[in-house]
């Protein structure tokens, strides 16, 4: 397993840009792939972005043009850079883990670890 831990999230006008980041432990950490996902209230978790192990990158479409996700695997860390935010955004925002290295899948099932969430708002 591998524990991870997001910060970074906070409060941020429409138009405006955050930077999420999740540090995860272990010396395993360079062989999963990493995603991030969002939770609005009232609705399901959903994918948001995805890096594989050497960096093979997946996009949901509403966040394609305006959120990266990159790696750092040297400190065992993953970031979302988000800009132009809108208030759709507003969720909470989860990192997790797929132990299938390789993978850029956008289904949250197949990630076995997740971190505690850090809240994003967006005000209009």
């Known amino acids: 397993q591998v524990q991870l831990v997001e910060s970074g999230g906070g409060l941020v006008q429409a138009g405006g840009s955050l930077r999420l980041s999740c540090a995860g432990s272990?010396?395993?950490?360079?062989?999963?792939?990493m995603g991030w996902f969002r939770q609005a209230p009232g609705k399901e978790r959903e994918f948001v972005a995805v890096?594989?192990?050497?960096?093979?990158?997946n996009y949901a479409d509403s966040v394609k043009g305006r959120f990266t996700i990159s790696r750092d695997n040297a400190k065992n860390t993953v970031y979302l850079q988000m800009n132009s935010l809108k208030p759709e955004d507003t969720a909470v925002y989860y990192c997790?883990?797929?132990?299938?290295?390789?993978?850029?899948?956008?289904?949250?099932?197949?990630?076995?670890?997740w971190g505690q969430g850090t809240q994003v708002t967006v005000s209009s």
């Open positions: 272990g010396r395993t950490f360079a062989n999963y792939a």
């Open positions: 997790a883990a797929d132990r299938r290295g390789g993978s850029v899948s956008t289904s949250a099932d197949t990630f076995e670890s």
């Open positions: 890096i594989s192990s050497w960096g093979r990158i």
